[in-house]
């Protein structure tokens, strides 16, 4: 089965700098990687998502880039603000249709970023 | 985006009773919901994969008559832990699937505190 590593654990930064996050996934087969954020207590918040068919996608501030041949992708946030910090997860499967009709494709889930941005 | 609720939003049982968790999709049908559980400081772990209208699938070491789960419309699924036990004690997560196949969406409810004394 899939297995993804996610580095580093925890990442602190200062208002303003960048912060990059790591994912390393091992199924070739693999062609959908979301990134969550949770807050503590909360439900994890889907905040970028990529599919195999490109190698970069950019929203506003955060941006997310994969590299299919090393099999690695990867989270920067740019200009963090302390509304930044939470939990980052990074994901990994590979999504289809199944003959019945049904999807496939369960998730599997980095350990987690403890993402702490300082005033 | 697509809203996914749950409930209760936490609950508190004593050892050795039942307790039944509902997720809804609010404004799309799901034929696959997802059901997680989450420990303190850790990550998400996987413990089933529920299709409309069929059984379950359940991962590795997730006993299936202890974690009941029913997905009987294309809205609700349901989770219920049996003759829960300290060690259940967690957070459980559901999400559910919006769209189809290849650009489909996984999107999670607030997911459902469980104490078990």
């Known amino acids: 089965g899939e297995n993804v590593e996610q580095h580093p654990s925890t990442l602190s930064v200062q208002e303003g700098d960048s912060a990059v996050i790591k994912c390393t996934y091992s199924?070739?087969?693999?062609?959908?990687f979301p990134w969550y954020k949770q807050e503590l207590g909360k439900r994890p918040q889907l905040i970028i998502d990529?599919?195999?068919?490109?190698g970069e996608k950019k929203d506003q501030r955060i941006a997310v880039t994969l590299n299919k041949t090393a099999k690695h992708f990867s989270l920067h946030i740019t200009e963090t603000q302390p509304e930044d910090s939470a939990v980052y997860f990074c994901?990994?499967?590979?999504?289809?249709?199944?003959?019945?009709?049904?999807?496939?494709?369960?998730?599997?889930f980095g350990q987690g970023t403890i993402l702490t941005v300082h005033p | 985006g697509a809203v996914v609720s749950q409930h209760p939003s936490w609950v508190i049982c004593k050892s050795g009773t039942s307790v039944k968790i509902e997720c809804r999709s609010l404004?799309?049908?799901?034929?696959?919901m997802f059901w997680y559980r989450q420990f303190p400081k850790q990550s998400l772990m996987l413990m089933a994969t529920?299709?409309?209208?069929?059984?379950?699938?359940?991962e590795q070491g997730v006993e299936k008559d202890k974690f009941l789960i029913n997905h009987a419309s294309l809205t609700l699924s349901t989770l219920t832990v049996t003759s829960a036990h300290p060690e259940d004690s967690s957070f459980y997560i559901c999400?559910?699937?919006?769209?189809?196949?290849?650009?489909?969406?996984?999107?999670f409810g607030p997911g459902t505190r469980l104490t078990v004394l």
């Open positions: 999400s559910a699937l919006a769209g189809l196949g290849y650009t489909d969406t996984q999107y």
């Open positions: 199924d070739s087969a693999s062609n959908y």
């Open positions: 990529i599919r195999s068919n490109v």
């Open positions: 994901a990994a499967t590979a999504r289809g249709v199944n003959a019945g009709g049904t999807s496939y494709g369960k998730l599997t």
């Open positions: 404004d799309f049908q799901a034929t696959t």
């Open positions: 529920s299709n409309e209208g069929s059984k379950a699938t359940y």
